[in-house]
């Protein structure tokens, strides 16, 4: 026990490491709250250290110096003082990466944020009449307008508008899937629970790998409240399959009286298909179909902030505004900002592809993003030739992610670093806590960063979140 007590008496009081000059300096800047809690903490880790040592040796190379663990506390308070969510850079290439938040907005989306985060706004009110209005009137005439909908619906997220029609149209009632079509995409949202969660039944029909319209014909009676249709966004089912068409469900739907819901995921307005990405059916493709009721997200091809997008026939888009649960579905003014101004750039296909960050980055020429990771290495290769590493510039292909395109792997060019002693791993990890945070892609034990989603003017970021990072680590 006694050869604890020196240990303990020689650690300072609070009081006293706030003396020290690092604490001192940072009293200028941060909330004197966050300095105390800071250097109790670290006192307290200091206190935990001696109780745990079992003898006298344990402690001996413990030293207990008030500067230093002043030192300690100051770095701990600009930790509790920084934010939690922080802008990072992609250099993983997947350009719909659900971790790091899916879609970059376009520029104008961002000005309108800016614009209507910080005032007052028109969000349920008519400049027209000086009167209340609804605030989806900002975007349902747009979605019609782009999309040929005879109405439409927003909220929070594709999740929440799945749910939102199930309950509404569905709840008591029988729900017609096919078995190869029983989705779960990441963070476990899974097409059987939200089905059971909004009070429909599931009625599977078919096999995994395949389903008939006759699958479909024997399974309707007079519980089927809907024909649900799911897009293997994430997923293929290859071989030997079969579906049933949009078209022949359509038609299969009109004669028993009953509507098709198609939940598209990833939602497309363009047709973007080319040489590496398969053909996904379009939102406006579904419609023209005749399906009842369509929904998709607004941070995956689209390209938006998180959003759930709801079009469709008006009686059922106006049963949707009836049901009490949309009060706590509902979007607020900056997602109609944002969203409503990525949906402008549609108007024109060309704007498009050329403003929404999205459709730019899948998009992207060989040879452009041969040339950024060309300029990239060399810049690492100039700026950090004191330091050890080879920079290479190699071929590989990104991935689109966020449930889209799932097999397409886009050819792209990759900047690797290999260096002698210098672990990839803690090189990543050391990159994560540069400001701003690099995340980069680790693959048979090589680093790599792909330049496909490295927005222009990162570069000189990750020169030096890299310099700091290899002088800590060599
Ligand atoms: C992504 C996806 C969802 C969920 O959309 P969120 O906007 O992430 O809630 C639902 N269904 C399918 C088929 C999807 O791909």
Same mark, same amino acid.
């Given at each position: 026990?006694?050869?604890?007590?020196?240990?303990?008496?020689?650690?300072?009081?609070?009081?006293?490491?706030?003396?020290?000059?690092?604490?001192?300096?940072?009293?200028?800047?941060?909330?004197?709250? *966050?300095?105390?809690?800071?250097? $109790?903490?670290?006192?307290?880790?200091?206190?935990?250290?001696?109780?745990?040592?079992?003898?006298?040796?344990? @402690?001996?190379?413990?030293?207990?110096?008030?500067?230093?663990?002043?030192?300690?506390?100051?770095?701990?308070?600009?930790?509790?003082?920084? =934010?939690?969510?922080?802008?990072?850079?992609?250099?993983?290439?997947?350009?719909?990466?659900?971790?790091?938040?899916?879609?970059?907005?376009?520029?104008?989306?961002?000005?309108?944020?800016?614009?209507?985060?910080? =005032?007052?706004?028109?969000?349920?009110?008519?400049?027209?009449?000086?009167?209340?209005?609804?605030?989806?009137?900002?975007?349902?005439?747009?979605?019609?307008?782009? =999309? /040929?909908?005879?109405?439409?619906?927003?909220?929070?997220?594709?999740?929440? #508008?799945?749910? @939102?029609?199930?309950?509404?149209?569905?709840?008591?009632?029988?729900?017609?899937?096919?078995?190869?079509? @029983?989705?779960?995409?990441? /963070?476990?949202?899974?097409?059987?629970?939200?089905?059971?969660?909004?009070?429909?039944?599931?009625?599977?029909?078919?096999?995994?790998?395949?389903?008939?319209?006759?699958?479909?014909?024997?399974?309707?009676?007079?519980? =089927? #409240?809907?024909?649900?249709?799911?897009?293997?966004?994430?997923?293929?089912?290859?071989?030997?399959?079969?579906?049933?068409?949009?078209?022949?469900?359509?038609? *299969?739907?009109?004669?028993?009286?009953?509507?098709?819901?198609?939940?598209?995921?990833?939602?497309?307005?363009?047709?973007?298909?080319?040489?590496?990405?398969?053909?996904?059916?379009?939102?406006?493709?579904?419609?023209?179909?005749?399906?009842?009721?369509?929904?998709?997200?607004?941070?995956?091809?689209?390209?938006?902030?998180?959003?759930?997008?709801?079009?469709?026939?008006?009686?059922?888009?106006?049963?949707?505004?009836?049901?009490?649960?949309?009060?706590?579905?509902?979007?607020?003014?900056?997602?109609?900002?944002?969203?409503?101004?990525?949906?402008?750039?549609?108007?024109?296909?060309?704007?498009?592809?050329?403003?929404?960050?999205? *459709?730019?980055?899948?998009?992207?020429?060989?040879?452009?993003?041969?040339?950024?990771?060309?300029?990239?290495?060399?810049?690492? $290769?100039?700026?950090?030739?004191?330091?050890?590493?080879?920079?290479?510039?190699?071929?590989?292909?990104?991935?689109?992610?966020?449930?889209?395109?799932?097999?397409?792997?886009?050819?792209?060019?990759?900047?690797?670093?290999?260096?002698?002693?210098?672990?990839?791993?803690?090189?990543?990890?050391?990159?994560?806590?540069?400001?701003?945070?690099?995340?980069?892609?680790?693959?048979?034990?090589?680093? @790599?960063?792909?330049?496909?989603?490295?927005?222009?003017?990162?570069?000189? $970021?990750?020169?030096?979140?890299?310099?700091?990072? *290899?002088?800590?680590?060599?």
């Amino acid at each position: 026990m006694s050869f604890r007590q020196d240990y303990l008496r020689s650690l300072p009081a609070v009081d006293v490491l706030l003396q020290e000059e690092p604490l001192k300096e940072l009293a200028e800047r941060l909330p004197r709250k *966050l300095i105390l809690q800071s250097a $109790q903490e670290v006192i307290d880790s200091y206190r935990r250290c001696i109780m745990d040592a079992e003898t006298a040796a344990d @402690l001996e190379s413990l030293k207990i110096v008030p500067a230093e663990l002043a030192a300690e506390a100051a770095l701990k308070a600009e930790s509790h003082a920084g =934010t939690s969510l922080r802008a990072v850079i992609n250099a993983t290439g997947t350009i719909l990466h659900t971790n790091l938040g899916r879609a970059p907005l376009p520029q104008c989306a961002v000005d309108a944020l800016a614009d209507t985060a910080g =005032t007052y706004c028109n969000l349920e009110y008519s400049l027209e009449t000086g009167e209340r209005d609804s605030r989806m009137a900002h975007l349902e005439e747009l979605l019609c307008e782009l =999309t /040929g909908a005879e109405d439409a619906l927003v909220v929070n997220n594709n999740a929440a #508008a799945v749910f @939102l029609v199930l309950n509404t149209l569905a709840s008591g009632g029988e729900v017609i899937v096919s078995r190869g079509q @029983l989705v779960e995409i990441g /963070g476990s949202f899974r097409i059987p629970d939200v089905m059971s969660a909004s009070g429909a039944r599931l009625v599977e029909v078919g096999t995994t790998n395949k389903c008939y319209r006759g699958d479909y014909e024997a399974a309707i009676n007079e519980h =089927t #409240a809907l024909l649900l249709k799911v897009h293997t966004s994430n997923y293929r089912i290859m071989g030997f399959t079969r579906e049933v068409e949009r078209g022949d469900m359509v038609e *299969l739907g009109r004669r028993a009286g009953i509507s098709v819901m198609e939940d598209l995921g990833s939602g497309t307005l363009l047709d973007l298909a080319s040489p590496e990405l398969p053909s996904e059916p379009t939102v406006p493709e579904c419609l023209d179909a005749g399906v009842s009721v369509v929904t998709f997200s607004g941070d995956k091809l689209l390209g938006g902030p998180q959003a759930g997008i709801i079009l469709g026939k008006k009686k059922i888009i106006d049963e949707l505004h009836r049901n009490q649960i949309l009060r706590a579905l509902r979007v607020d003014k900056l997602t109609i900002a944002a969203l409503e101004n990525t949906l402008r750039l549609y108007f024109d296909p060309h704007t498009a592809l050329a403003e929404v960050p999205v *459709l730019r980055m899948l998009k992207r020429e060989k040879e452009d993003l041969k040339r950024q990771a060309t300029e990239l290495q060399r810049l690492l $290769q100039n700026e950090l030739q004191h330091q050890q590493g080879e920079w290479e510039v190699t071929e590989g292909t990104s991935t689109v992610g966020g449930g889209a395109f799932p097999l397409a792997e886009l050819p792209t060019y990759l900047v690797s670093f290999k260096a002698e002693g210098i672990s990839p791993g803690k090189l990543a990890r050391e990159l994560r806590f540069a400001d701003p945070p690099v995340v980069v892609r680790l693959q048979h034990d090589c680093l @790599l960063m792909d330049v496909r989603t490295i927005l222009s003017g990162q570069e000189e $970021q990750i020169v030096s979140a890299m310099r700091n990072a *290899l002088d800590k680590l060599t």
